[in-house]
């Protein structure tokens, strides 16, 4: 298929490419720098870039060295409903929080950042994990008439997947270049995710099909 730009209501998501998703960061995910040249070339076929930041002060409550006794992975009760607590990672300012190095972030039009309130985690690009209080990332789509999504990034069970399924739900049609995701995977959250998005019609798709 020769390189054609979309059609221009379509929008690139770019799902929290940080160092510290990515091997040797704060909360690896297995292989997650190996998206990024596949990122890069995807991007020249999108007239709109997006990127999303995984941004938090260093008293965040999902990290589990603000909590007494808790470990990373584990779950919590959090007012707004159960969370994972993790490792500190991508804290504001620091290089775990940076993008990779290598993906380029010069055609972005917007970045995204989120989980910057201490007291709420935010893994979707649409709305905090009180699974109400937006970003601001829908109206912004819909002011600029972009109708439909592709989403690509880290991690494919947690940030990629809470963003696929709420842009759908907002009404957006979307769809998941797989192969240029990579996952946590913890207790099966990999399998989970992917039967939820298939279920909420998030259509699957390869960067084959694309480039
Ligand atoms: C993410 C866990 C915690 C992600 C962010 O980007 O998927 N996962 N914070
Ligand atoms: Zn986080």
Known sequence: MPNTVLADDTALLMIDIQNDFCPGGALAVADGDAIVPLVNRLQPL????LLTQDWHPDDHSSFAANHDGAEP????????????MWPTHC?????????????????????VRKGFRSQIDSYSAFFENDRKTPTGLAGYLRERGIGTLALVGLATDYCVYYSAIDARALGFDVTLIADA??????DGSLATAMDDM???????SDSNALL
Request: aromatic share 8%; with cysteine.
């Open 46 to 49: 999108f007239s709109t870039c």
């Open 73 to 84: 992975f584990q779950m919590r009760d959090m007012p707004y409903g159960p969370q994972v």
């Open 91 to 111: 804290v504001q300012g620091s290089q775990g929080a940076a993008f990779h190095a290598d993906l380029e972030t010069d055609r972005a039009d917007l970045i």
């Open 181 to 186: 995701c990579r996952a946590i995977d913890l």
């Open 198 to 204: 298939r279920e909420k019609g998030v259509s699957l």
